[in-house]
């Protein structure tokens, strides 16, 4: 299917989140991913197109990897949003439904005016990806890092180069991967977090491939690493299957018989739970996502409340 690319008008920036997660609200600047992965849990999320954007949207415009909206008056309303008296200062994760970076954002370059944005009233971020094109805005980033807190997040699921490129067909390798946060540790103070996520049963949750992933996390020094299985909601059970069953038939029935639901089996996660706190163990990481980001915070606010003081 020919990609196809749509601007649109939103209604707003930030979205607050439901989650009990570090970070108060969400910001994606992309409805829809070129990644094209097959584990992708937002395959949902197109149908909200008309209702959020006015946009009538027949059945072939709603696919997700194929059809992109590009919301081009998000910074507009970004700028709005902080400039509210009501306004928090509160954490916002950026891309956790579509990449930040993925090839369109070369062509629209939207993420600049949003780091300048968020510069300009020193609001803290986090931002997820697994797009080198983050190296263009290195600058930029750095210098967020130097009035808040901002964190520059990977996914890697594995590092066997074969499986990767099955199950995320159009992302960059793991080793690349790996070279953005070697990159952002040398040349910004930003932290940096590994997500190993999700782990695949029977397919990337072998001892190998997790020592392969902690190891690597070490070497490189992330802030934190936080891990967690599959889960299969809604579109995304059945066009994951799907894919499964055609490119891994060997465990296709073992893997469908551990999701009776949208969570894997009990007794698997307990296990799988266990097994990641070995590698804690084993290796020199913080694997508590929340406790890393209130440690850099507190210095963030002990910086700003020296800065006032010298500044009266």
Known sequence: MEQVYKEVICKSACIKTKRSMPYKWDLNIYRGCEHRCKYCYALYSHKYIEHNYNENISSKSNNFFDNIYIKSNINEHLEKQFSKTSWKNEMIAIGTVTDTYQPIEKQYELMPDILRTLIKYKNPAVISTKSDLIFRDLDLINELSEVNFLNIAVSITTFDDKIQKSIEPNAISPKKRLNILKKIRKNTNASCGLHFMPIIPYLTDNY????????????????????????????TRGYFFNFIKKEFPNIYHDLFSLYKNGKVDKDYNKDLFMKIKNFKNKYSLETNYSKAIKEKMKFYHKKSRQSSLFDY
């Open 208 to 235: 190998e491939n997790i020592n392969s992933v902690f190891k690597n996390a070490e070497k490189i020094n992330v802030n934190s690493i936080i891990s967690g299985p599959l889960n299969l909601y809604g579109k």
